[in-house]
């Protein structure tokens, strides 16, 4: 009886150093579990000594074992699996969900980027020469559409205000463009940027909804309404454009979703037919950034080749186009990925914009002190062009529909609440404190 005992105990452990052995080799990759026959003691008889079929304690000791060195394996490669956060903020907003990290929202601005869909020669810096070309000629188009957009609907008695249009129109392009981020990126990466915060950037404008709202509660035109109607006219200027904006968006990102999923095949024959599957050439790169930044150069002798009547509607908003653009374009991307989840980059554009906005709107409000008409000409520019284009909706609202509820909103009274306060210490003290006009009183060139 002792020395079976004995046997059996050396036979156990002898079984169980094997064990160990087997799990310190595979701990790091998979463990190769054996048989339970191949393992058991053969000098033990399960049915003599266990009548009731029971499984011996020392197997069970050994099962045990195999069981929490799997598990401690199968943590420790989870551990090793790197965490991927999506960064196509376009099918966040088709599917309705939210970004809970800084990176995928500040991928907004940025051109495509994604490794795990774009080879490396396809990723372009933000800094790059063609992104920042590319971005002269979509802004002086965003800026040209805007105002067009502006005369068209700005008729009397209209039922919806001029800028309803404007905000919606691009954001509805936003929206698009976020949803085929990627097949841009894989033809063309500063395209991306070019359409979104160049085009779209520049039609849509944070500082003219606000300064539009603040002119609802001044009622500069002093139309027979009573106070009351002040207050309700711009809280449906700032709520109707709110909700437009962000509907918008998210159709446009829901249209771009459709075309990419309905037929997968069809879609690629689509895309294949307007983007060609082949990069443009390097001589092509550099051709077309070329023309881009010569394109706005040209608007230099336009303003002053063309009639001196077009100066404070069109050409002196292309002049500072540009500069606008890339001013947003720089500080999105330099602080937008600095808190987690808030857009200060895009925060920051809008509330100076605003501001600047109610300066040169002060400045075209001067009665006493005269100004020369090419300083109007200016001045409205500066307010048209580059106030609009530092300024945006189309991206506020994407980031207010990619965000969480509560930080959501956190972001839209705070940015509201800002633009509102500024223009009141700008435009208040200088319209109830130093006599200048509420409406402009500017002499354009004619």
């Given amino acids: 009886m002792d020395k079976t005992d004995s046997e059996g105990a050396e036979g156990s452990s002898s079984t169980t150093t094997s064990t160990k052995q087997e799990i310190k080799s595979n701990s790091s990759s998979a463990i190769n579990i054996q048989p339970l026959e191949t393992t058991l003691n053969p000098n033990t008889n399960t049915n003599t000594t266990n009548p009731n079929h029971e499984i011996p304690q020392t197997h069970t000791h050994r099962?045990?074992?195999?069981?929490?060195?799997?598990?401690?394996?199968?943590?420790?490669?989870?551990?090793?699996?790197?965490?991927r956060y999506s960064t196509d903020v376009g099918s966040i907003l088709a599917r309705h969900e939210s970004i809970i990290d800084?990176?995928?929202?500040?991928?907004?601005?940025?051109?495509?980027?994604?490794?795990?869909?774009?080879?490396?020669?396809?990723?372009?810096?933000?800094?790059?020469?063609?992104?920042?070309a590319l971005l002269a000629p979509a802004s002086i188009f965003g800026v040209l559409a805007r105002l067009g957009i502006q005369a068209l609907v700005g008729y009397d008695e209209k039922s919806i205000?001029?800028?309803?249009?404007?905000?919606?129109?691009?954001?509805?392009?936003?929206?698009?463009?976020?949803?085929?981020?990627?097949?841009?990126?894989?033809?063309?990466?500063?395209?991306?940027?070019?359409?979104?915060?160049?085009?779209?950037?520049?039609?849509?404008?944070?500082?003219?909804?606000?300064?539009?709202?603040f002119q609802s509660w001044l009622n500069p035109t002093h139309a027979n309404r009573d106070w009351l109607r002040d207050v309700i006219d711009g809280l449906s200027k700032s709520l109707f454009t709110l909700a437009l904006s962000l509907s918008s968006v998210s159709f446009g990102a829901h249209l771009a979703s459709l075309l990419l999923r309905s037929s997968k095949s069809r879609s690629i024959r689509l895309f294949s037919t307007v983007l060609p599957s082949n990069p443009?050439?390097?001589?092509?790169?550099?051709?077309?950034?070329?023309?881009?930044?010569?394109?706005?150069?040209?608007t230099i002798p336009i303003y002053f080749k063309l009639s001196p009547s077009f100066r404070h509607q069109?050409?002196?908003?292309?002049?500072?186009?540009?500069?606008?653009?890339?001013?947003?374009?720089?500080?999105?991307?330099?602080?937008n990925p600095l808190l987690k989840a808030f857009p200060l980059g895009t925060f920051t554009a809008n509330s100076c914009g605003t501001a600047l906005l109610g300066i040169f709107h002060v400045c075209l409000g001067l009665g006493i002190v005269q100004v020369s008409s090419n300083a109007c000409d200016?001045?409205?520019?500066?307010?048209?062009?580059?106030?609009?284009?530092l300024t945006t909706v189309s991206?506020?609202?994407?980031?207010?529909?990619a965000l969480e509820d509560w930080k959501a909103w956190r972001y839209v009274i705070l940015s509201w609440v800002t633009a509102q306060l500024l223009l009141l210490v700008i435009l208040g003290t200088a319209y109830w404190g130093s006599g200048v006009s509420e409406q402009t009183t500017c002499v354009f060139s004619i």
């Fill in 63 to 83: 099962l045990s074992s195999l069981s929490s060195a799997l598990s401690h394996s199968q943590s420790q490669r989870s551990q090793r699996r790197p965490r």
């Fill in 102 to 132: 800084a990176s995928s929202l500040a991928s907004i601005d940025r051109p495509p980027s994604d490794e795990t869909k774009l080879p490396y020669t396809k990723i372009y810096h933000p800094y790059s020469f063609h992104v920042l």
């Fill in 161 to 213: 205000f001029p800028l309803a249009w404007v905000q919606s129109m691009g954001c509805l392009c936003m929206g698009f463009a976020l949803g085929i981020k990627e097949p841009l990126g894989q033809f063309y990466g500063p395209l991306y940027t070019a359409l979104t915060t160049g085009f779209c950037g520049s039609l849509t404008t944070f500082s003219g909804w606000q300064f539009d709202i």
């Fill in 280 to 298: 443009p050439s390097k001589i092509i790169r550099y051709s077309l950034s070329i023309i881009a930044l010569l394109s706005y150069l040209a």
């Fill in 314 to 335: 069109a050409t002196s908003s292309l002049l500072f186009s540009y500069p606008g653009t890339l001013s947003r374009y720089l500080l999105s991307i330099n602080l």
């Fill in 378 to 389: 200016v001045l409205q520019g500066l307010a048209d062009g580059y106030c609009g284009c």
């Fill in 395 to 401: 991206t506020f609202a994407a980031e207010v529909d």
